[in-house]
Protein backbone atom coordinates (compact mmCIF):
# COMPACT_ATOMS: atom_id res chain seq x y z
CA UNK A 1 0.00 0.00 0.00
CA UNK A 2 1.10 4.06 -0.55
CA UNK A 3 0.46 6.21 2.50
CA UNK A 4 0.72 9.51 1.46
CA UNK A 5 2.83 11.85 3.67
CA UNK A 6 3.35 14.69 1.61
CA UNK A 7 3.50 18.25 1.02
CA UNK A 8 0.54 19.70 -0.38
CA UNK A 9 2.40 22.77 -1.47
CA UNK A 10 3.56 20.36 -4.31
CA UNK A 11 1.06 18.39 -6.83
CA UNK A 12 -0.41 15.07 -5.46
CA UNK A 13 0.49 12.88 -8.30
CA UNK A 14 0.24 8.95 -8.54
CA UNK A 15 3.10 6.88 -9.26
CA UNK A 16 3.16 5.12 -12.76
CA UNK A 17 1.84 1.51 -12.60
CA UNK A 18 -0.08 2.09 -8.87
CA UNK A 19 -3.60 0.25 -9.42
CA UNK A 20 -4.41 0.14 -5.93
CA UNK A 21 -4.96 3.41 -3.45
CA UNK A 22 -6.52 1.45 -0.35
CA UNK A 23 -5.55 3.14 2.79
CA UNK A 24 -4.01 5.76 0.70
CA UNK A 25 -5.13 9.03 2.61
CA UNK A 26 -6.33 7.32 5.93
CA UNK A 27 -6.69 9.68 8.60
CA UNK A 28 -5.24 13.11 6.27
CA UNK A 29 -6.47 16.52 6.62
CA UNK A 30 -6.33 18.05 3.14
CA UNK A 31 -6.09 22.05 3.43
CA UNK A 32 -5.37 22.60 0.11
CA UNK A 33 -8.88 22.57 -1.78
CA UNK A 34 -7.23 21.45 -5.17
CA UNK A 35 -4.61 18.89 -3.93
CA UNK A 36 -6.03 16.41 -6.17
CA UNK A 37 -6.50 18.31 -9.03
CA UNK A 38 -3.88 16.39 -11.33
CA UNK A 39 -4.40 12.78 -9.38
CA UNK A 40 -5.21 10.25 -12.69
CA UNK A 41 -6.80 7.40 -11.25
CA UNK A 42 -7.44 5.74 -14.60
CA UNK A 43 -5.20 2.83 -14.08
CA UNK A 44 -6.64 2.42 -10.76
CA UNK A 45 -8.77 -1.02 -9.72
CA UNK A 46 -8.76 -0.46 -5.63
CA UNK A 47 -9.98 2.54 -3.81
CA UNK A 48 -11.28 0.53 -0.62
CA UNK A 49 -10.69 2.61 2.53
CA UNK A 50 -8.74 4.93 0.06
CA UNK A 51 -10.22 8.24 1.94
CA UNK A 52 -11.22 6.69 5.12
CA UNK A 53 -11.33 9.81 8.13
CA UNK A 54 -10.55 11.89 6.44
CA UNK A 55 -10.98 16.41 6.61
CA UNK A 56 -11.25 18.33 3.51
CA UNK A 57 -11.58 22.42 3.07
CA UNK A 58 -14.10 23.87 1.89
CA UNK A 59 -14.36 23.49 -2.22
CA UNK A 60 -12.20 20.38 -1.57
CA UNK A 61 -13.05 18.64 -5.19
CA UNK A 62 -11.02 15.42 -6.49
CA UNK A 63 -10.37 17.00 -10.01
CA UNK A 64 -11.31 15.67 -13.76
CA UNK A 65 -8.52 12.90 -13.50
CA UNK A 66 -9.92 11.08 -10.42
CA UNK A 67 -10.96 8.33 -12.72
CA UNK A 68 -12.91 5.58 -11.08
CA UNK A 69 -14.19 3.74 -14.30
CA UNK A 70 -11.97 0.70 -13.91
CA UNK A 71 -11.91 0.45 -9.60
CA UNK A 72 -13.29 -2.41 -8.52
CA UNK A 73 -13.75 -1.62 -4.79
CA UNK A 74 -14.94 0.77 -3.34
CA UNK A 75 -15.80 -0.36 -0.29
CA UNK A 76 -15.28 2.25 3.13
CA UNK A 77 -14.45 4.70 0.78
CA UNK A 78 -15.28 7.84 2.57
CA UNK A 79 -15.82 5.92 5.62
CA UNK A 80 -16.56 8.60 8.95
CA UNK A 81 -14.75 11.43 6.39
CA UNK A 82 -15.96 15.32 7.03
CA UNK A 83 -16.58 16.19 3.03
CA UNK A 84 -17.51 19.90 2.54
CA UNK A 85 -20.87 20.51 1.53
CA UNK A 86 -21.79 20.54 -2.29
CA UNK A 87 -18.91 17.36 -2.68
CA UNK A 88 -19.48 15.25 -5.34
CA UNK A 89 -18.05 12.07 -6.80
CA UNK A 90 -18.92 11.20 -10.16
CA UNK A 91 -18.64 7.27 -11.02
Known sequence: YLKYIGDESKPIVLP????????????????NKDSLKN???SKVVSMQSMFQCCKSSEGFTLGDKFDTSNVEDMNL???????PEGFTLYF
Open 16 to 31: DGCICCDDMFVKYSFK
Open 39 to 41: FDT
Open 77 to 83: MFYESTL
